[in-house]
């Protein structure tokens, strides 16, 4: 694979659709004899359901169908499952509530859909949602997640609304690490909720056919497949070869739409009732009820240091709010995505970490850009620089003393995790350069003299993409094989359809694959077209979250070219009457070695389908390979980011006035997806660190929950960012890439804190850090001086 | 959201406390109310619409008066059920003393109003129930004050003790 | 109930019947199946359904289509030049200035109206210039550059 295009910044394919308003979302189609849903949603965060009132709706004007919780019981539809199944430190299961697709007896968050109504129109279905009406007995509202354990139970089987006490390293060798220190810095956390808000509302179209049984479902969805899987198998829709799930354009995911919802599935179900398609687009105000949330951690750590600043031991414990219930992959966020991640890039020999999940009366909480690997980022980077504050360390020295160094790889955390390769060094160089690291006290002197409050603040993080090697993620307890399929079809003609079970929504799948299999065949990009999303044209796949996608998906059709070269060779061999030892495959040509005989691919794609004189016992027509591709490791991106900051001191406002990210994601296809990739993600992070929370009032009630109240960054809330690479390629896919979507998301929190921190003078803040928070600390330290 | 105030009535505490029991004062006093019925002795069915923010609804619900110390306390509190804005909670625990003389008599009110909201109304107009259950307070004691004063134009001057006037 | 409105949609005389509710999004969405505008919110907050109302941006969600009755309205279906793109479309793709796609329609329109309102285009003036458009992708960056590219082209043009 050695072509220009590996590493070109090719313009998007799919941008002219999109530019000229020519995408085509879920919200976009329309079908004959389409109804629209509306669902009742509970007010309250707690509450037993005493009896519904539905007649005044069914006789609402164009109103076809009322269904209500109750009637999801009648019918005995499975509830929505968890993914994957952890364990606790004594070895029991985790506590899974039943979690129905509408509540029929008991709401356990606010705005958790108790009845649906259908409709001939949309503001008919809207008007009669007025006319339901439901009678609760409203209950006490666990809300907050440090006290939720010592709290009124939720379920009754489920004591101290606990789902697991789960652990991770060992805990006598971080035990004696922290006896034996010298300095030991200790820091308290709470890492806060966020709402994931990707800019498309999450839709459904769901279409059941009376004559052929088969049941079309349009959704928002980053993995189609996991969606059919779960309403075949777990909810019990409809059969598997009767259930077409097709995400067409998705206007951003960053986990939201991984995970299988209460609305899709209901009017799945209800399209089936009533046989006539069903739409339902969310409003705003639903989105941020009900869109899976992210992070909500509390946390106390404890770092272990010798007299030089050595790591000897971390401890980390952790408590991580679930919501009501068990989204998709809830379960694995706060364990096998944050306590592995704890090792970071640094050679602490011993840690040990305990995550009790709890449940509380809140939307459920799931994986959200970097899933578990922002957090454990997060804790471990505010507790270095801590530390680094509390030993008069230059923080970036003292990283660098612990670094794991680039001869010491594989390495082998103490944290389950063998890291393949690095150069973590490399990027907090060329970090520290990009910044102007050397020069930061003169500009910190210029801001003092302005009257204002200058900071800098690191953030070396890492993380584990490529979600994920099957056999490793089914003994932690995944549900299923974290492979990825890919298959190359190419035409008659010489074009190529390219299928893959990643789905792109954003990350421009159908430029950087479509470069790929370009590079790998010879076949010019032009000629590529990359369908992605319709359960009903590729082979399963396992969808795109975790940054996966190339690494994964990207590998799955590295292998497929390798399999249609292969083929092509056999068929070049048999025209060009040749063993197929003598051929030789090279920029799109097969050539008889140490000759001037040769048949470009295109010629052998035409002769694949149209010859009449194959061999069949030896070679079959056709040039269409598919491939199943289960990474053998995690990949590993890590990189340095630098944030600097000026605080106006009289308003507490936080200026970030550079920020510098370096990150190695091995081998770069599109340098230009990529950096966009980090730009989203950088803003993501400085969202979380300076302007976004989630906030429930102790009635359970969302206060956040308007774009009037959940702040979200916007372009003059944000600098222009400066990005760099480093590359040390993936070890163990053919690819050599790592992914990239995540890392912004990941790195950029600890820096942006760090930075705040540093132009204070202070140690302890949580997110977000906003002026308010700022100057009231700033106030604060005046005061008690 | 807890507010507390004060004000100064010209009228005598039995005056001001047979109003505080008259279902149709209240009605009066009770902006965007359509509907105050007696249920039962000290329950009243109400409806009543009303604005919090962008979020306009019809709220179906009742009023209880608790904690009865004639002439002097009680508690009034209610609830309401507003279809898909979701609901409110609120009330006020009302105190009288008497300030006057027996020629020109006074009574000093005292009320803590509490107010919560729920579901869509807590969502989009949360932040503002501070400033809408402030100003549904300050109507209500105004008109209350004028018409046991009866008069239509008065002033009332209301004290902000706690929390924000 | 049905009121009709007339209007110059993309060039094209329009007379449609619609409710006195109708919202100028749903008018181009649902009967004019111009589904290029989006519409990300229900507050008015996030830009995504950002049209041209006689040349001003204007946030489709929140004026009814009564209340344009009589303009001329230009959606993303209407900028390009007889198949040629708009300077302000061939920038965001040149600069990456999209990924999702979704918010792309509302940033385009506005930013047009942005560079036709004269101001100088400096970075922090077309980042303010935007802020009424939300964007969770792109982090803004490549959206500043493209709008900076097609600010000059427009002005040389």
């Known amino acids: ?116 109504v259908i409709a001939d129109t949309y503001e008919q279905a809207k008007n009669a949602v007025e006319q339901v009406a439901v009678d609760y007995e409203v209950l006490q509202a666990v809300v907050d997640t440090s006290s939720a354990a010592e709290q009124a139970d939720i379920y009754p089987d489920i004591p101290a609304n606990t ?43 769901a279409d059941y056919n009376t004559g052929t049984e088969e049941l079309i479902l349009y959704t928002t969805s980053q993995n189609p497949h996991l969606a059919r899987l779960i309403f075949t198998a777990f909810v019990q829709i409809a059969p598997e070869h009767k259930l077409r799930v097709i995400a067409p354009d998705v206007g951003g995911g960053f986990g939201s739409k991984i995970f299988v919802y209460s609305e899709e599935t209901t009017i799945s179900w209800a399209s089936k009732k009533i046989g006539r398609p069903i739409k339902w687009t969310a409003e705003r105000s639903e989105s941020f009820l009900t869109d899976a949330h992210g992070r909500d951690h509390h946390t106390m750590a404890e770092l272990a240091l010798d007299e030089e600043g050595n790591f000897l031991a971390l401890n980390v414990k952790t408590t991580a709010n679930m919501g009501a219930y068990l989204s998709t992959f809830a379960s694995a966020v706060p364990t096998y995505l944050y306590g592995t991640l704890l090792a970071g890039q640094y050679r602490t020999p011993s840690i040990y970490v305990e995550v009790d999940a709890v449940f509380t009366n809140t939307a459920p909480v799931d994986a959200y850009r970097g899933a578990g690997r922002p957090e454990a980022t997060y804790v471990l980077e505010r507790l270095v620089e801590k530390a680094a504050s509390e030993l008069a360390i230059d923080p970036a020295e003292l990283r660098r003393r612990n670094f794991i160094g680039k001869d010491q790889f594989p390495y082998q955390t103490p944290v389950a995790l063998e890291y393949d390769i690095g150069d973590y060094e490399a990027s907090l160089d060329k970090a520290l350069e990009m910044s102007d690291y050397a020069g930061f006290a003169s500009r910190k002197d210029a801001s003092q003299r302005a009257g204002k409050l200058r900071g800098i603040g ?71 077209d990359v369908v992605h999303g319709d359960t009903g044209k590729m082979d399963f796949g396992l969808g795109t979250y975790g940054s996966r996608s190339l690494a994964v998906g990207g590998s799955a059709l590295s292998r497929a070219a390798d399999k249609v070269i292969a083929k092509g060779t056999k068929i070049a061999a048999h025209l060009l009457q040749t063993d197929a030892e003598n051929i030789e495959f090279d920029a799109g040509e097969f050539k008889v070695i140490d000759s001037n005989e040769g048949k470009t691919i295109q010629e052998i794609a035409f002769a694949a389908y149209v010859n009449h004189d194959f061999p069949i016992d030896e070679l079959e027509p056709g040039l269409t390979e598919k491939a199943f591709y289960d990474p053998v490791n995690f990949t590993y991106p890590a990189g340095t980011h630098i944030c600097e900051v000026e605080i106006d001191p009289d308003t507490g406002v936080t200026e970030i006035t550079k920020f510098t990210a370096v990150d190695d994601f091995g081998t770069l296809i599109n340098p230009m997806i990529v950096e966009g990739q980090v730009h989203g993600g950088l803003v993501q992070g400085i969202g979380q660190a300076l302007l976004e929370n989630c906030v429930y009032d102790t009635e359970g009630q969302l206060v956040t929950g308007s774009y009037m109240d959940y702040c979200m960054p916007r372009a003059d809330d944000v600098p222009s960012f400066d990005v760099g690479m480093t590359c040390t390629p993936c070890t163990h896919n053919p690819v050599g890439a790592k992914g990239c979507g995540e890392a912004g998301a990941i790195g950029s929190p600890p820096a942006v804190m760090n930075a705040v921190l540093n132009a204070l003078g202070q140690t302890d803040m949580d997110m977000p850090a906003t002026s308010e928070k700022v100057w009231q600390a700033i106030q604060n330290a005046a005061a008690s001086n | 959201m807890e507010l507390t105030q004060r004000l100064e009535i010209p009228v005598s505490n039995q005056v001001v406390w047979d109003a505080l029991n008259d279902p149709l004062i209240l009605m009066q006093c009770l902006p965007g109310c359509q509907r105050f019925e007696a249920t039962a002795e000290n329950c009243f069915e ?13 709220f179906k619900g009742e009023v209880m008066l608790t904690e009865m110390d004639p002439p002097r306390a009680y508690r009034i509190s209610g609830q309401g059920q507003g279809g898909v804005a979701g609901f409110a909670k609120g009330g006020a625990q009302v105190s009288l003393v008497p300030a006057g003389t027996v020629a020109q008599p006074a009574t000093l009110m005292t009320y803590v109003v509490i107010a919560t909201v729920g579901g869509k109304l807590a969502q989009v107009g949360g932040r503002l129930i501070n400033g809408a259950a402030r100003k549904i307070a300050k109507q209500f004691f105004t008109e209350f004050v004028r018409i046991v004063c009866k008069q239509e134009a008065m002033d009332v001057v209301i004290e902000t003790i706690q929390g924000e006037g | 109930m049905s009121e009709t409105v007339n209007l110059i949609v993309n060039g094209q005389d329009k007379a449609v019947s619609c409710s ?94 942005l560079v036709q309102s004269g101001m100088d285009l400096t970075e922090p003036e077309i980042r303010e210039g935007l802020e009424g458009n939300i964007c969770r992708c792109t982090g803004y960056h490549n959206i500043v550059s493209a709008v900076a590219s097609a600010g000059q082209k427009m002005r040389e043009a």
Not at chain 1, 22 to 27: A, E, F, H, I, L
């Open chain 1, 1 to 116: 694979m050695s072509n220009e295009l590996i590493g070109a910044r090719v313009l998007r394919k799919e941008d002219n659709r999109f530019i000229t308003g020519k995408g085509r979302y879920t919200d976009d189609i329309n079908l004959a004899g389409q109804t629209y849903a509306c669902f009742v949603r509970s007010p309250h965060a707690h509450a037993n359901i005493k009896g519904f009132h539905i007649s005044a709706a069914e006789n609402a004007p164009g109103v076809v169908a009322v269904l209500t919780g109750l009637q999801v019981l009648e019918d005995g539809l499975g509830g929505l499952p968890c993914g994957w199944m952890l364990h606790s430190k004594d070895g029991s299961e985790m506590k899974q509530p039943m979690h129905p697709i509408m509540a029929g007896e008991k709401v356990n968050y606010a705005g958790e859909p108790v009845a649906v």
């Open chain 1, 163 to 205: 789902c697991y006490n789960w652990e991770l390293g060992d805990a006598e060798a971080t035990s004696q690490g922290l006896a034996e220190a010298a300095h030991i810095t200790r820091i308290e956390l709470i890492n806060n909720r966020l709402i994931p808000n990707a800019m498309e509302p999450r839709a459904a179209i």
């Open chain 1, 458 to 528: 690191l953030s070396c993080y890492i993380e584990a993409c490529g979600l994920a090697p099957s056999a490793l993620a089914g003994s932690l307890g995944a549900g299923v094989g974290l492979w990825e399929s890919g298959e190359i079809r190419v035409n008659p003609t010489g074009s190529v359809t390219v299928l893959t079970g990643s789905h792109s929504h954003g990350q421009g799948h159908e430029t950087t694959f479509a470069q790929l299999v370009s590079a790998k065949l010879g076949i010019p990009i032009d000629d590529i």
């Open chain 2, 46 to 58: 109400m409806t009543v619409q009303a604005k919090v923010g962008p979020v306009k609804a019809v």
């Open chain 3, 20 to 113: 006195a509710n109708t919202t100028l999004s749903q008018l181009l969405r649902e009967h004019l199946m111009l589904t290029g505008t989006h519409v990300g919110c229900d507050t008015s907050q996030c830009g995504a359904c950002t049209v041209h109302v006689d040349g001003k941006a204007v946030k489709s969600c929140t004026i009814l289509a009564v209340q344009v009755d009589g303009s001329e309205i230009t959606t993303i279906e209407g900028i390009a030049n007889q198949g040629e793109q708009h300077a302000m479309q061939a920038a965001f793709k040149e600069c990456h200035g999209l990924q999702c796609g979704f918010c792309t329609p509302g940033m385009i329109m506005a930013s047009i109206d």
